[in-house]
């Protein structure tokens, strides 16, 4: 089975400019969460994707979106860049199924290899 | 809000020595916990998880970790590191679906 895929793997932009990552869950899994990762803040939580609907969000600013397609791939926007959105961007892609008995949340969260945007 | 501190920034053990790598955490109620392990370039791969029932957990590459409420710790431990090992350690907790705070990481040396 694929793992998470996450396209570009890396990414030279300029301050000002606008830049869209991808990333493809494994096949049936339907949760897709966004981390960034940086030397000085670590890693912190952006943002969490399950059926095309964004169920939490971690403290960044707008500049920031996300959004999930219907066949769970997930996209990041990051508008504006500044310097400091230069990081390692991980995906993480979850199992979560529905059925009449409940939902059930896998409780183990799949990374993908990253994407590193670098703004100049 | 939930936290997770990893005191150590950069650990040096000697190949075949054993390791204990130190996580507390801050949460309301009873917690998830996690660690994971990055290799540079890499993704974050889980090792092992705790949600409830023995407080000893096994994980995977020999890995395993101990719960203490009372201590608000999640250690990581080996008995004998492998060269392989070097890497960065992650203690994370999740309160929410989905939502992990990630400790600032332990960087794993081993020497020969």
């Known amino acids: 089975k694929a793992g998470v895929t996450q396209t570009p793997r890396y990414l030279i932009k300029t301050r000002g400019q606008q830049v869209t990552l991808s990333c493809s869950p494994i096949?049936?899994?339907?949760?897709v969460s966004w981390y960034q990762q940086t030397p000085g803040q670590g890693l912190q939580f952006l943002f969490e994707?399950?059926?095309?609907?964004?169920?939490n969000k971690g403290n960044f600013p707008g500049r920031f979106s996300g959004r999930q397609f219907s066949n769970s791939r997930s996209e990041m926007n990051v508008s504006t860049l500044e310097l400091g959105d230069s990081a390692l961007y991980l995906c993480?892609?979850?199992?979560?199924?529905?059925?009449?008995?409940?939902?059930?949340?896998?409780?183990?969260?799949?990374f993908g290899p990253g994407t590193r945007l670098t703004v100049l | 809000a939930q936290s997770v501190t990893q005191p150590d920034i950069h650990i040096t053990v000697s190949e075949g020595a054993s390791l204990e790598l130190r996580c507390n955490y801050s949460?309301?109620?009873?917690?998830?916990l996690f660690w994971y392990v990055q290799s540079p370039g890499q993704g974050l791969q889980l090792l092992l998880k705790?949600?409830?029932?023995?407080?000893l957990v096994q994980g995977i590459k020999g890995f395993e970790a101990e719960f203490k409420r009372s201590q608000s710790s999640f250690n990581l431990r080996k008995p004998s590191v492998h060269w392989s090992d070097a890497a960065e350690y992650f203690c994370?907790?999740?309160?929410?679906?989905?939502?992990?705070?990630f400790g600032t990481g332990t960087k794993l040396q081993v020497i020969p």
């Open positions: 993480a892609s979850s199992l979560v199924i529905l059925s009449s008995g409940g939902p059930f949340e896998s409780d183990e969260q799949f």
């Open positions: 096949s049936g899994h339907r949760s």
């Open positions: 994707y399950f059926s095309e609907t964004q169920r």
């Open positions: 949460y309301g109620a009873t917690p998830y």
């Open positions: 705790y949600f409830s029932g023995d407080t």
């Open positions: 994370a907790v999740a309160g929410g679906y989905q939502k992990v705070t």
